[in-house]
């Protein structure tokens, strides 16, 4: 069954004047149960490709097509849905929220789902599916690379998502811890999950049953090893009908807890703004006393 496909995707960047094509023309279909690896050099577009099948950007021309509908053009909210709900995201710098400890980073996709299941002990089966269960209330500045990466899958994973897009996802990492990442996802695509990569290391691209090669913001080439079958299991639900986002309690309380803990944090920031605001505020009453005086 095809998943997911890109038909002559173009974007154009412009920098300082400058126009950088970043996708020529990138027609590319990907079948649910696939391990796709995306390789090329440096600036060869790759990211944006990713980018703009992860819903984190919009082509200038073209189409993208999720299971056969049209996905192109999406207002923020619906691409904001189905970031939430399709896509599990893996980034190099592994992107977690550094005043949260492993568990609260691992829930917060499903602070921002509408999925019923948002108050459940998946979390912690999520960190402990990764080899994390002694290390839930950690922060990020106390694991190691591998480790944080190993908590930012079990967030890509929190919502059961169709695919998981990771972006040079060992990039930071140190060989072992790499290769136990590559590991995890390889386990993950075992089990049916549709993996797309992207990277630029052979070694990681070994483990992937597809390799497309990227140059100058095009497909250079497409190579299946001969052996894979693609198998899924996930994708069989289909992508979940685009609702309007409705708020709640629990998601205004962890915002004032993520504001309340910038705040401490950075207590020196903190004081100069409200000294800040102490001198204007008392400047505009002496300044209005004086003028009625
Ligand atoms: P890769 O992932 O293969 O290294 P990218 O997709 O990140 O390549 O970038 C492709 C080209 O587009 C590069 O020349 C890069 O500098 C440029 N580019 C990417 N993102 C932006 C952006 N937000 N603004 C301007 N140029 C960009």
């Given at each position: 069954m095809i998943l997911l496909e890109a038909e002559d995707l173009a974007k154009t960047y412009f920098l300082g004047g400058a126009e950088i094509r970043a996708l020529q023309g990138v027609s590319l279909s990907v079948q649910a149960g696939e391990f796709l690896a995306i390789m090329g050099p440096s600036g060869s577009g790759k990211s944006t490709l990713m980018h703009l099948l992860g819903f984190l950007d919009l082509p200038d021309r073209g189409l993208i097509r999720w299971m056969g509908a049209?996905?192109?053009?999406?207002?923020d909210e619906e691409a904001a849905f189905l970031r939430n709900r399709v896509i599990g995201f893996v980034f190099q710098q592994f992107n977690?929220?550094?005043?949260?400890?492993a568990l609260e980073n691992v829930m917060l996709p499903l602070l921002y789902s509408?999925?019923?299941?948002?108050?459940?002990s998946r979390p912690a089966e999520a960190l402990r599916a990764v080899g994390l269960g002694e290390r839930m209330r950690h922060r990020p500045s106390q694991l190691s690379g591998g480790q944080q990466q190993r908590v930012a899958i079990a967030r890509a994973l929190i919502n059961q998502p169709r695919v998981i897009l990771a972006d040079?996802?060992?990039?930071?990492?140190d060989s072992q811890s790499g290769s136990e990442i590559m590991k995890i996802l390889k386990g993950l695509h075992g089990r049916g999950m549709t993996v797309i990569l992207v990277t630029h290391d052979e070694q990681v691209a070994k483990f992937a049953d597809r390799i497309v090669k990227m140059a100058d913001g095009k497909i250079i080439s497409d190579e299946r090893k001969a052996a894979s079958t693609p198998v899924s299991?996930?994708?069989?639900?289909?992508i979940p009908q685009i609702r309007k986002k409705t708020y709640d309690w629990s998601e205004l309380r962890e915002h004032f807890i993520q504001a309340f803990r910038m705040i401490i944090s950075n207590k020196l920031r903190s004081i100069l703004s409200m000294l800040g605001v102490l001198i204007g505020v008392a400047c505009v009453i002496t300044m209005l006393a004086l003028g009625k005086g």
């Open positions: 049209d996905q192109t053009h999406l207002t977690l929220m550094p005043r949260s400890n509408d999925a019923p299941e948002r108050k459940t040079e996802p060992t990039g930071n990492l299991v996930w994708a069989d639900s289909g």
